[in-house]
């Protein structure tokens, strides 16, 4: 992995982590933290899609959709987790 793909996953983790707190309010981790949100929600969204036969297509604004949904599952796991 190149350091064009590290920054490329970075800005995307970063987008997706931003977009996923909008939409799931009251759990916003800070830039660092939603860098990471949206990073494991990329894989847990890489795991998840595939194993269901949804393909979003390829591209920038793919990998930030599919980025995005990923990290929404994964913040709304967390909220379960810290209320439960």
């Known amino acids: 992995m190149g350091i064009e793909s590290i ?7 970063a987008v997706a ?33 595939p194993a269901i036969g949804v393909s979003l297509g390829t591209g920038w604004i793919a990998a930030i959709l599919h980025s995005t949904i990923g990290a929404v599952i994964l913040l709304v796991l967390i909220g379960l987790v810290r209320r439960g």
């Open 17 to 49: 982590g931003w977009l996923a707190g909008l939409i799931v309010k009251g759990f916003g981790f800070g830039l660092i933290g939603n860098i990471v949100v949206g990073i494991v929600g990329a894989l847990i969204a890489s795991w998840l899609f």
């Open 7 to 13: 920054i490329v996953l970075l800005i995307v983790g």
